[in-house]
Structures are given as structure tokens and as C-alpha cells.
């Protein structure tokens, strides 16, 4: 049995493509692993707050010496740390914006990055410590950014792929639903992305 937790980072709601995308990959994973349980949150919804100057000092004061202010200013990353690590698997759906994640999305991974938790130094320098996790992306574009001219203004994937890797999440995969907008594309875009799930 698996525990999921789903991420969603769209404006669009129940048009989302992004959220279509992850409910499918979901459906994939419950059918390989029976009885996986399903902690769903929205990033948009709860409207995290962006880190500041003093929730980031706080990150580095010992948990016995933090006032109850400080404790309080950090109950939304202790929080989102706490679910990422219970997770077996993370569903995170990602649509691009601007070529690029949600601020929602960028919100969540500043909070869950943690020294001495989520991520420590070695000798050979960083170390992820969030390792053991399977990732899947759900990522939705109105343009095609796998391929041609678009796809060095893809940083959705490859940034997901490289910090994600960073705090020790290397096993990712990212399906597409893409060309939303394309004209000849647009009408089997999702049908073509649900159709190349595979859960591994």
C-alpha cells in the first residue's frame, strides 16, 4: 500500500488540464497498488506565504529554543515537510505559466527546503535527504515544449527534475499534456498525454 500526495499549482479549477493529467496518473498508481491512500492539496487555494527574512532566520533556530511566534511562522512548513515525507509518492501537477511553475508551486518547494532536514551538507558538498520518493509530473502547456523551437523555454520539468534531485527525489517522470492551443493538436492533447501514463 502507497501513500500519494497530489500537489496541485492551477488557476483554471475544474478546467484545469493540469489536474485532469494528475487525477489520471493517480487512477494508474491506485490500480497498480491497491488500498493507496490520497492526500490531496491545493497550492492555489491556501495561498502560501512567500518566505521573508524573518521565517528564514527561524529555519535555523533549534526547534527547544523557537518562541511561540516563531513556531507559528513556520507552522506551514513544518506542515508541508511533514506530508512530504510521509509520502510514498508525490503527484505534483504543473502547468507552465510564462515558461515556467506557479508562484504557488515555487512557494511550496521555498518551504520544504530545509537544512538539516531536507537536505544536509557532506563532504563532497549538498545531499538530499527526501530519497526513497517516486515523482510524477503533470505538466500542461498551451505550446508544445517537449520538442522543437519551444523547448529550451520549457523550465518546468527540467527545474522540477533538478531541485527535486537536489533534496534526493531523482526518480522522476513527467507526462504531457501539451499543444492545448494548436490548432490539429489541441483536440488529442490530453487524450495522447492520459494514453502515455505508466507508472514504473
Known amino acids: ?80 515537510v511533514k ?5 510514498d509518492i508525490i503527484v505534483i501537477g504543473a502547468p507552465l505559466y510564462n515558461f515556467t511553475i506557479h508562484s504557488s508551486l515555487k512557494a511550496w518547494i521555498d518551504h520544504i527546503t530545509r537544512a538539516g532536514i531536507t537536505f544536509g551538507y557532506g563532504e563532497n558538498g549538498p545531499v538530499g535527504k527526501v530519497t526513497g520518493k517516486k515523482v ?15 523547448k529550451d523555454n520549457d523550465f518546468v520539468v527540467p527545474y522540477l527534475k533538478a531541485f527535486l534531485g537536489f533534496l534526493g527525489m531523482t526518480d522522476l517522470t513527467a507526462f504531457r499534456a501539451e499543444g492545448l492551443k494548436v490548432p490539429e493538436v489541441k483536440e488529442h492533447a490530453m487524450e495522447k498525454a492520459i494514453n502515455s501514463i505508466y507508472i514504473d
Open 1 to 80: 500500500m502507497k501513500h500519494i500526495l497530489h500537489l496541485i499549482s492551477s488557476i483554471q479549477g475544474k478546467e484545469s488540464y493540469s489536474i485532469k493529467l494528475g487525477h489520471a496518473i493517480i487512477e494508474k498508481i491506485q490500480e497498480k497498488y491497491p488500498g493507496t491512500t490520497l492526500e490531496e492539496l491545493n497550492l492555489v487555494d491556501i495561498q502560501i506565504p512567500h518566505l521573508n527574512p524573518a521565517v528564514l532566520r527561524t529555519f535555523f533556530i533549534p526547534k527547544e529554543q523557537l518562541s511561540e511566534e516563531e513556531k507559528e511562522s513556520i507552522r506551514f512548513s513544518d506542515q508541508a
Open 83 to 87: 506530508q512530504l515525507l510521509a509520502a
Open 136 to 150: 510524477y509530473v503533470a505538466m500542461s502547456s498551451g505550446g508544445i515544449f517537449s520538442e522543437g523551437h519551444n
